[in-house]
């Protein structure tokens, strides 16, 4: 049975790893600043993550050349996979960031507003550097619906079915991010990271709710998710990638310990 991974992501701004209470909350005020982004992926890397995500909430021109900074410098120290996501809308800037050292790159919006750039990624890296987050949110019974720009503007798309083309483009993995979840700690979106897990023939990383052992636990059973995605409870302490594995294989979860 193929391992299950544990990974944590750094919100990255202006050079900074942040931490937002809930979902979108870019701004300024409402931003907790929690350190060096290669420090604390060098402290996940001997954790013994599996992968690393670096998200630029920002994603200026400005903090486009910070960021290729820091994926350089993490790349140069750790072993692990590392993602990079946001502000990516072109071949060429996924060119940059995986040219600095990453080894997937992330895509959101600019693959809603433009499909075909799935397609173009694929095509010229390989379907496994190309990683869509969908972010999404319940708006009906039974409905969870895809919103772009952070989590603030409503697509009228359908979450599975949006899942299920992203990957007839070419996308090799999804990062599903549940807006109703994400900062609570009340526990992962199980219903529809089984849905999306079900409907797709990739891994699909589930992220927003992470708040205990347990949780990690449901998602990755219930959920039949192949990954889980949390920043807050490692970077307060709450546990460490270490405490999340072996809690899983206590459990009877496959992870690389």
Same mark, same amino acid.
């Given at each position: 049975?193929?391992?299950?991974?544990?990974?944590?992501?750094?919100?990255?701004?202006?050079?900074?790893?942040?931490?937002?209470?809930?979902?979108?909350?870019?701004?300024?005020?409402?931003?907790?600043?929690?350190? +060096?982004? #290669?420090?604390? %992926?060098? @402290?996940?890397?001997?954790? =013994? !993550?599996? *992968?690393? &995500?670096?998200?630029? $909430?920002? /994603?200026?021109?400005?903090?486009?050349?910070?960021?290729?900074?820091?994926?350089?410098?993490?790349?140069?120290?750790?072993?692990?996979?590392?993602?990079?996501?946001?502000?990516?809308?072109?071949?060429?800037?996924?060119?940059?960031?995986?040219?600095?050292?990453?080894?997937?790159?992330?895509?959101?919006?600019?693959?809603?507003?433009?499909?075909?750039?799935?397609?173009?990624?694929?095509?010229?890296?390989?379907?496994?550097?190309?990683?869509?987050?969908?972010?999404?949110?319940?708006?009906?019974?039974?409905?969870?619906?895809?919103?772009?720009?952070?989590?603030?503007?409503?697509?009228?798309? +359908?979450? #599975?079915?949006? %899942?299920? @083309?992203?990957?007839?483009? =070419? !996308?090799? *993995?999804? &990062?599903?991010?549940? $807006?109703? /979840?994400?900062?609570?700690?009340?526990?992962?979106?199980?219903?529809?990271?089984?849905?999306?897990?079900?409907?797709?023939?990739?891994?699909?990383?589930?992220?927003?709710?992470?708040?205990?052992?347990?949780?990690?636990?449901?998602?990755?059973?219930?959920?039949?998710?192949?990954?889980?995605?949390?920043?807050?409870?490692?970077?307060?302490?709450?546990?460490?990638?270490?405490?999340?594995?072996?809690?899983?294989?206590?459990?009877?979860?496959?992870?690389?310990?």
């Amino acid at each position: 049975m193929i391992a299950k991974r544990v990974i944590p992501c750094l919100d990255v701004h202006a050079g900074q790893v942040t931490r937002g209470v809930q979902f979108g909350k870019a701004e300024a005020g409402e931003l907790r600043n929690v350190g +060096d982004p #290669v420090a604390l %992926a060098l @402290r996940y890397n001997e954790q =013994g !993550a599996d *992968e690393m &995500v670096f998200f630029d $909430i920002t /994603a200026t021109a400005h903090a486009r050349q910070t960021m290729v900074e820091v994926i350089e410098r993490a790349a140069d120290q750790c072993f692990m996979p590392l993602t990079v996501g946001g502000g990516i809308r072109t071949v060429t800037d996924m060119f940059t960031m995986l040219r600095a050292g990453a080894d997937k790159v992330s895509i959101n919006s600019s693959a809603l507003a433009t499909p075909e750039l799935i397609r173009q990624g694929a095509e010229k890296f390989g379907s496994q550097c190309i990683v869509v987050s969908i972010d999404t949110k319940i708006t009906a019974p039974d409905r969870w619906e895809v919103f772009s720009h952070g989590g603030r503007q409503a697509t009228g798309l +359908d979450a #599975v079915a949006w %899942a299920e @083309r992203v990957v007839s483009l =070419g !996308a090799g *993995e999804i &990062v599903l991010n549940s $807006i109703d /979840a994400d900062g609570t700690k009340a526990g992962f979106d199980l219903v529809i990271t089984r849905r999306v897990s079900e409907a797709v023939g990739v891994p699909v990383v589930a992220s927003g709710g992470a708040g205990s052992l347990d949780h990690m636990a449901d998602v990755l059973l219930e959920g039949r998710a192949d990954a889980v995605l949390a920043a807050s409870v490692f970077h307060f302490g709450t546990f460490t990638v270490g405490d999340v594995k072996r809690f899983l294989a206590g459990k009877g979860i496959p992870v690389r310990l």
